[in-house]
């Protein structure tokens, strides 16, 4: 059998997903299986490669999900492999390059990564240049893989609830989705030229691309020099402002995700230097998301609830998001949010504490229907990376504390206010016929009974859900009385009359 659907890999995929399903529904044991161990689970996840380290990185965003420890396996996966072997190697420069434009190529990579590999070179004697190769065949595998996990999604949907299968199926289809355009070094290529034309002016300094030189299969870009964001020691060495880099760092992720809605949704600390000039360099623009707008109101109006302590209209901002489910209890979830806000919000707590604090309220709020939308799935990943590197750096760093009033700060832009109450409202005076025209549209809709009404996909999904559960005592009790119609007809009255009986009973006690 081709290596890419052998039995071990098969088998690996499903004691993986196995496990996954265990440790989820929080179960011991199912079909005489035990969930892998959390060192276990690492390592399979880490043989199995590219995709399913990306999934296992998008499912560690998930703390209603996994226990501590298993968070902390997932969030410590890393996508560093061996280089390709020389002779694949040889096959993929021949590929991209069949003459060769470098005077030097150092054939060692600087790094492995699941998707590619980067070497260093020089396109003449000052022009240095990082090169991406794409490992041989990666594309291939991907899709594969992508068609093993959508038949064992399958087998495990039933197994689910109707919120957490949601939940699944969002990670399972973005991941896909984002995990084959990453295997395109041409869609990297676009996505780094986009992002660099519109965060121009952002002070963040984006690798220059050679485009006629690159391909599908390299990507040649200008080396970028500096330390990882994570280098404490470099970084402190050197004497640089990193509480001013952080802050930077927010509102250059504020702007990507709130204002202009394409954002990198790759952050960590391998993408992000800092250069000897004390400026951030953002690498890897494989991950790159566009955000819709109904998704950045939600979040804009998620901050603002946050920021005043408004617990019942976070929730209401989180249903509209997408990460909690539409018909969630609004009063249980506002007391839930508060808790989890003044743990991350006090001060007096070491972030070990603040962690087994959370993990305690998270474990009383198991049935709770959280969701993670597609939109959502990223934006949550980039906001715990971000955590991550405050951490490194300032004690008791967290989201609420440091994180919020940056986030807050910065809700008038996202808004589209501009820098002066002047200039607001002189743009606001040149939308008025704009803005008189559309309503008088709706008026005349209005009176010509027109006018629709548009229900927004969660709302859709809750009535869907709704009809299903009110239908199907209907529907199973039709079944059975046209069964007691067929015993009728074939002359069983046993049969007739216990049908019968049993579509009266399910109408009964629906």
């Keep these: 059998m081709n290596s890419l659907y052998s039995p071990y890999r098969l088998w690996s995929v499903f004691r993986l997903l196995l496990s996954f399903y265990l440790l989820i529904k929080k179960k011991d044991r199912f079909l005489g299986f035990s969930p892998l161990p959390p060192a276990k689970l690492a390592l399979v996840i880490t043989k199995l490669g590219a995709s399913f380290i990306k999934l296992a990185q998008v499912l560690a965003t998930r703390n209603d999900f996994f226990d501590e420890p298993y968070l902390y396996a997932l969030k410590t996966l890393h996508d560093d492999l061996p280089p390709m072997s020389l002779s694949s190697y040889e096959r993929v420069m021949e590929k991209a390059f069949p003459t060769s434009p470098f005077i030097r190529f150092d054939p060692q990579p600087m790094a492995s990564a699941s998707i590619g590999q980067v070497h260093e070179a020089f396109i003449d004697e000052t022009t240095k240049v990082a090169v991406k190769l794409r490992r041989e065949g990666i594309e291939k595998r991907v899709r594969a893989d992508i068609r093993i996990l959508a038949v064992f999604n399958r087998i495990f949907r039933p197994l689910f609830s ?23 070094l041409n869609q990297e290529r676009s996505n780094l030229e986009k992002f660099s034309a519109m965060y121009a002016d952002a002070g963040i300094v984006f690798p220059k691309c050679y485009p006629t030189l690159s391909c599908d299969d390299a990507l040649v870009m200008s080396f970028e020099e500096g330390w990882r964001f ?16 952080i802050d930077q760092l927010v509102r250059f992720y504020t702007d ?9 949704a790759d952050p960590h600390p391998g993408n992000l230097l800092i250069n000897p000039d004390g400026k951030l360099v953002l690498l890897d623009f494989g991950m790159v998301k566009r955000v819709p707008n109904d998704t950045r109101i939600a979040i804009i109006e998620l901050i603002r609830s946050a920021n005043e302590r408004d617990f019942e209209a976070y929730v209401s901002a989180a249903k509209r998001l997408g990460t909690v489910a539409y018909d969630a209890p609004a009063a249980e979830l506002a007391e839930f949010t508060e808790r989890m806000f003044d743990i991350f919000g006090n001060d007096a707590l070491d972030s070990g504490s603040m962690q087994k604090l959370a993990f305690e309220v998270l474990e009383q709020t198991r049935n709770l229907p959280f969701k993670l939308p ?10 715990a990376i971000i955590e991550g590197l405050g951490t490194t750096y300032i004690e008791n760093f967290n989201g609420i504390k440091d994180i919020l009033p ?9 808004l589209g206010m501009k820098e002066s109450i002047f200039e607001t409202l002189m743009d606001e ?4 016929p704009d803005d008189w025209i559309a309503l ?25 859900k709704e009809l299903r559960e009110a239908t199907a005592p209907l529907y199973t009790a039709l079944m059975l009385a046209l069964g007691a119609l067929g015993g009728w007809i074939a002359g069983s009255e046993e049969i007739t009359y216990a049908l019968l009986g049993a579509a009266i009973m399910r109408l009964w006690f629906r």
């Design 256 to 264: 990507q995700m709130l204002v202009k809605g394409f954002f990198h």
């Design 406 to 414: 940056i986030l807050q700060r910065n809700i008038p832009r996202a």
């Design 440 to 464: 008088r549209h709706v008026i005349q809709r209005a009176s010509k009974g027109e006018l629709k009404v548009e229900l927004s996909d969660l709302q859709y999904g809750i009535i869907k």
């Design 230 to 245: 994570d280098d404490r020691e470099a970084i402190l060495s050197h004497g640089l402002d990193i509480e001013s880099l």
């Design 429 to 432: 005076v040149k939308h008025i």
């Design 374 to 383: 597609q939109e959502a799935i990223y934006i949550l990943r980039v906001s």
């Design 162 to 184: 109707h919120t957490t299968r949601h939940s699944i199926e969002s990670v399972i289809a973005e991941f896909s989705v984002m995990i084959v355009q990453e295997c395109s």
